[in-house]
Every structure is written in C-alpha cells, then in structure tokens.
C-alpha cells in the first residue's frame, strides 16, 4: 500500500505528462491560429494592392484615350494648316498645334507615371502572392501536424485522465489542493526527491533533522527553501550513502517520536 506522499508523486507524473501533452496539442493549435492570422493579414495585403491596380488602370486607360485624341486633333490640324493661305489663321493655327503638343507632353508624362506605379503594384501583388502561398503552405502542413498530434496524443490524455481521477479519490482534498497549488505554482514540481540531503527541487540541503520522516514518505514535509513536499524513494539504487544510511535506521525511526517541532505542514 502506497502512502499518501508516495500516491502524490506517482500523480505528479502523470500529471506532468498530461502537462506536457496537453502544451503540445495549445502549441500547435497557437502556431495554427498565428498562421491563420497572418494569411488573412496577407490575403488583406493582396487585396489592396489589387484594389490600388484597379484603380490605376482605370487611370491608365483614361490617359491613353485623352492622349489618342489629343494626337489625332494635332495630326488633325496639321492637315488642315497645309490648306491654310491666310498668315493670321496660319498663326492660329500653329498656336493651337504649339499648345496640343504641349498636352501631349503632360499627357505622355502622367502616363508613364501611371505605367511605373502599375508596374510597382504588379511586382508589389507577385511577391504578396508568393508569400501568402508560403504561408498557407505552412498552415496546412501545421495544421496536419496538429491533427497528427491530437490523434495520436488523445488516447494517452484520456487514458491518463482516467489514472489521475482513480489516483485522485485516493487523496484527501485538502492534500489534493496544496499539491496541485504547490504543482501550479513551482514550474509543475510539487513533490521533489531528496537525494543526498538535496533537495532536487532546489538544490539546498535539507535539514537532518527532518530525514527521517521524509523517510517514511507518510507525512508532508515541505522544503524549507522551495516549500516543495519532500519525497524519499525507496529504491536504494537511486539514493545517495546518506539517503542509504536513513534508509538503513529506517525501521528503528519508526519508533522514534517524532521532533517536537518538525517544519511539517498537513
Ligand atoms: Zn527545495
């Protein structure tokens, strides 16, 4: 029969390990939905840029018809000033061929204007594109992943649930909710071995006087530094010679009372 502290350290590890599947499974799902965000912050980028194109090809289109027509009025006028023998028309006429050339060079210059930034927004929409597929390329195949990892981690989760309820009645409530504090609160370590004198929580020497009743693994011995639940295992093989040697007095430590002031907390 397993004694409450030796019951709390066998939970802990299946509440580690259900610790680390359950942060396995939010990490995918984290870096899923990241990627999900920045598909949509792409695709919007996407649009944009096609909105912007849109607009200036109307732009575009709208400078080269006024430019056709502009041409076509001065080769227009050109023609008609080879019929022309009066100088005061002729030199109307020239003006108005002057002022026609004019527009034309305005006109040429928006539109090349309008042609560069098209040709920008067109480069601009090819590298937003590529992007986006990377990215939902990325997506899938983390998306798949999750999928991977969720089949293949929900059995274990769920077995293990079903150990930590069983394991659960076994602990009184009150001893329940300290370790379960204790495991939320100390990097999801509650119950530490003491190996040589050490605490393995926090590396600091515990002190002698309490070796004996970390022994028996029946009460709840905190840490005096970390505030962890002191744990002594039995195998011999894994303690020190200091952890042997209270293993050894083990069975005469039974019959020693207990210290009248022990740093134990129930
Ligand atoms: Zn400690």
Redesign the pocket.
């Known amino acids: 029969m397993p004694t409450k502290i030796e019951v709390l350290a066998t939970l802990q590890l299946v509440d580690q390990s259900l610790r680390a599947k359950t942060r396995a499974v939010a990490e995918g799902e984290g870096r899923v939905a990241a990627l999900e965000e920045a598909v949509s912050a792409q695709t919007a980028a996407a649009n944009a840029v096609r909105v912007e194109l849109a607009a200036l090809g109307v732009r575009q289109r709208d400078l080269e018809g006024r430019l056709t027509a502009a041409e076509a009025k001065m080769k227009d006028r050109r023609m008609r000033m080879t019929r022309i023998r009066n100088d005061k028309e002729l030199g109307l006429a020239r003006r108005e061929v002057d002022l026609l050339k004019e527009e034309i060079g305005t006109l040429e210059t928006e539109l090349m204007a309008v042609m560069e930034q098209v040709e920008g927004a067109t480069a601009k929409l090819a590298g937003l594109a590529a992007e986006l597929a990377r990215l939902a390329a990325e997506r899938d195949r983390e998306a798949s992943e999750l999928r991977e990892t969720l089949a293949r981690l929900s059995s274990e989760i769920e077995r293990e649930r079903a150990t930590r309820s069983e394991l659960v009645q076994t602990i009184d409530g009150d001893l329940r909710r300290k370790y379960e504090m204790i495991f939320s609160r100390r990097g999801g370590l509650a119950v ?1 071995e003491v190996r040589g004198g050490i ?1 393995q ?2 590396r ?1 020497r515990v002190p002698p006087q309490l070796f004996n009743q970390i022994q028996r693994n029946a009460e709840v011995i905190l ?1 005096p ?2 505030q ?1 639940i002191l744990y002594a295992t039995r195998d011999p093989c894994l303690g020190s010679e200091a952890d042997a040697s209270v293993e050894r007095s083990v069975g005469s430590a039974e019959a020693v009372p207990r210290p009248a002031k022990p740093a134990r907390q129930n």
């Open positions: 530490v605490c929580g926090c600091m840490c530094s970390c962890r």
